[in-house]
């Protein structure tokens, strides 16, 4: 498993679904509670102990400020723009939304 570069963002998990995994779940004495289907932001460094537990992993969430610097080899990954209320996604180059328009 790759781990996460650590940068002080949030990102977006969704818990398992009962039986397939741990949730609630405590990291470090921070206790997680997702509601299954929905997208809990943490901190970055619990992400990878929560994905070994059954979460999934749905991108990074911070404001357009806090983006993080990506380069061609990332391209595809998403961010949630907390200061647009937007899904992005990295396309090697910059920043697109849904709709395909540079953000």
């Not at 940068?7 to 039986?19: H, M, R, W, Y």
């Not at 932001?41 to 993080?68: E, I, K, S």
């Amino acid at each position: 498993m790759a781990q996460n570069q650590q940068t002080g963002q949030n990102v977006n998990l969704i818990p398992p679904e009962p039986g397939l995994g741990v949730n609630p779940i405590t990291v470090a004495g921070r206790t997680y509670t997702g509601v299954v289907g929905t997208a809990l932001a943490v901190p970055d460094f619990d992400a990878d102990h929560l994905t070994a537990n059954g979460w999934l992993n749905v991108g990074y969430t911070g404001t357009t400020a806090q983006r993080p610097a990506y380069g061609v080899e990332d391209k595809g990954k998403t961010y949630y723009d907390t200061t647009l209320s937007k899904v992005l996604t990295w396309t090697g180059k910059f920043w697109r939304n849904a709709a395909g328009a540079s953000v």
